[in-house]
């Protein structure tokens, strides 16, 4: 748990200071691509709240199993909470891959987009999968105590 509120603090002073003054930064340093300041200050600082969703989540979670509830219904709300923040940090990227796709000069960036997005990807699919073992597990843990 120390390292998730290390991991938040963090992702705050990013989201709050450092994000935006980088942008601020590049929009003086290049003016042509001023215009970019804040859709990109607004998707970076999205993809950092969609992270921090994750975390409180997680921290949750681990509340849960610490209780012995992790085989509840409310467990099951939170990782549906993860899945839909990675979903729409997912959604936001393809958007971001899709117009820096068409405006580049150079296929690095948007290479690394894609790798990005199938990690991202992964990931998702990941929790699906984690989520339906939790589901299954959950159904066996309530037909087990109503036997007994």
């Known amino acids: 748990r120390v390292f998730l509120v290390l991991l938040f603090g963090v992702l705050v002073v990013f989201q709050v200071m450092s994000l ?3 942008f601020a930064h590049m929009a003086q340093e290049d003016p042509e691509h001023a215009y970019l300041r804040w859709p990109a200050t607004a998707v970076t600082v999205f993809w950092v709240l969609c992270i921090q969703v994750v975390i409180v989540s997680t ?3 681990l509340t ?4 012995d509830r992790i085989f509840s219904d409310a467990s099951l709300m939170w990782v549906n909470i993860i899945v839909g923040a990675i979903a729409g940090a997912w959604v936001v990227l393809l958007g971001v891959l899709l117009y820096v796709g068409f405006n580049a000069d ?6 690394l987009l894609f790798l990005m997005l199938i990690g991202v990807t992964v990931l998702g699919l990941l929790m699906v999968v984690m989520r339906a073992l939790l589901r299954q597990a959950t159904t066996l843990r309530t037909d087990m105590e109503a036997v007994i």
């Open 106 to 111: 150079d296929p690095g960036l948007p290479l």
């Open 64 to 67: 849960l199993v610490k209780n």
């Open 20 to 22: 935006p003054g980088q």
């Open 59 to 61: 921290w949750k979670l």
